[in-house]
């Protein structure tokens, strides 16, 4: 989580709903993430650096977003304190 861990850890203790686009943070207690997949974009930096390694200018390359996304609902904090 790294530096959003102060921000988390506040929204979190408060019990507030939030969405931020990290999915470790879903998983560690918010309500709700949505990010890029961070595989995809590792297959995709990969493929990059072979072209780079195989001769073309790195200028020369289209700079390209992502196409594969992410989104993780947290059910527990969906559902509230269990009583």
Do not use: W
Request: glycine share 10%.
């Amino acid at each position: 989580m790294g530096k959003s861990v102060k921000p988390f850890t506040v929204v979190r203790n408060a019990s507030i709903g939030s969405c931020l686009d990290q999915f470790d943070c879903g998983r560690a207690g918010l309500l709700m993430t949505y990010s890029s997949d961070n595989a995809d974009g590792m297959r995709h930096a990969g493929a990059y650096v072979a072209k780079i390694l195989a001769g073309t200018m790195p200028g020369d390359l289209p700079i390209e977003q992502a196409s594969k996304f992410t989104l993780l609902i947290n059910l527990t904090c969906c559902r509230g304190p269990t009583r």
